[in-house]
């Protein structure tokens, strides 16, 4: 498959899901929501293990040795879970949401002229993009397409956008199908970004970003059965730092 179908999955699933939406409403019982998001989760483990599985890649145990990778990986994430919550950057991601809906509301109260479809149009189209756009699995899916490591992940985030919409559709109407102009621009960026650094980075180093980003999915799936709430958000520093110890590593060695 080429770089960048992905991305094309998830637009195509988010606009079946915004018809659907539109069409039956909130008939989906939440029992049913509930399951699908609980096999959701047991896939992402599922493709997470395939990404971690990276750590024993013959290219990246030749550059680092056989005992540095699983100490890169470890370091990766707790340097970057120490930099990402320093910084409060699932915090941020969730504040700046936070603030453009306010943003939203506020201009819109004051447009005397602005109709109820227009705000229901545009309030859709926000929201909708902020959920789809931000979070750890826009970056990881897309930079992973990039990377030549296969879609899977974007194909994982496309079938939890796909409900997702049909929910927001449900009471936001068609401007969550508009969200997918803010998807395109996004994922499409980090994808081309990812292509970027598969031609320039060596084979250790993406092997060592992929596996750092197969553990950090491990966290998605936590959120995403109810486990645990694990910040995954802060974690994200991480995927620059695995390459830079990895680096390190192979300077010193």
């Known amino acids: ?3 960048g179908v992905g991305t094309l999955v998830n637009v195509v699933t988010v606009l079946l899901g915004t018809g659907i939406g539109v069409l039956v409403g909130h008939r989906l019982p939440v029992r049913t929501r509930d399951v699908v998001t609980d096999a959701l989760g047991l896939v992402t483990l599922l493709i997470a293990g395939s990404a971690a599985i990276s750590i024993q890649d013959p290219a990246f145990v030749a550059a680092v040795g056989p005992s540095p990778p699983m100490l890169i990986v470890l370091g990766s994430l707790l ?13 941020r991601l ?41 979070g750890p699995l826009t970056v990881l899916g897309s ?23 049909i929910a927001f559709a ?8 508009a969200s997918v102009l803010a998807l395109i621009g996004v994922q499409g960026s980090l994808t081309l970004l ?3 650094l598969g031609d320039v980075l060596p084979a250790a180093h993406v092997a060592a970003l992929t ?7 491990v966290g998605v799936a936590l959120r995403l059965l109810r486990v645990k709430q694990v910040p995954v958000g802060d974690l994200l520093p991480g995927l620059l730092i695995a390459p830079l110890l990895t680096a390190l590593v192979v300077t010193l060695r």
């Not at 930079?143 to 919409?165: I, P, V, W």
């Not at 449900?170 to 199908?177: C, F, H, Q």
Request: hydrophobic share 45%.
């Open 1 to 3: 498959m080429f770089p």
């Open 79 to 91: 340097l970057g879970g120490i930099i990402g919550s320093l910084l409060g950057i699932e915090d």
């Open 94 to 134: 969730e504040g700046f949401g936070g603030w453009v809906q306010q943003r939203l509301r506020r201009r819109l109260s004051r447009e005397r002229g602005a109709s109820a479809d227009r705000q229901r149009f545009i309030e859709g189209f926000v929201t909708a993009s902020l959920v789809f756009c931000v």
């Open 143 to 165: 930079l992973n397409d990039g990377l030549g490591n296969g879609a899977d992940q974007l194909y994982l985030k496309s079938a939890l956008d796909g409900f997702a919409a």
């Open 170 to 177: 449900a009471s936001l109407g068609w401007g969550v199908g």
């Open 194 to 196: 990812g292509a970027v």
């Open 211 to 217: 596996a750092t980003g197969g553990l950090m999915l």
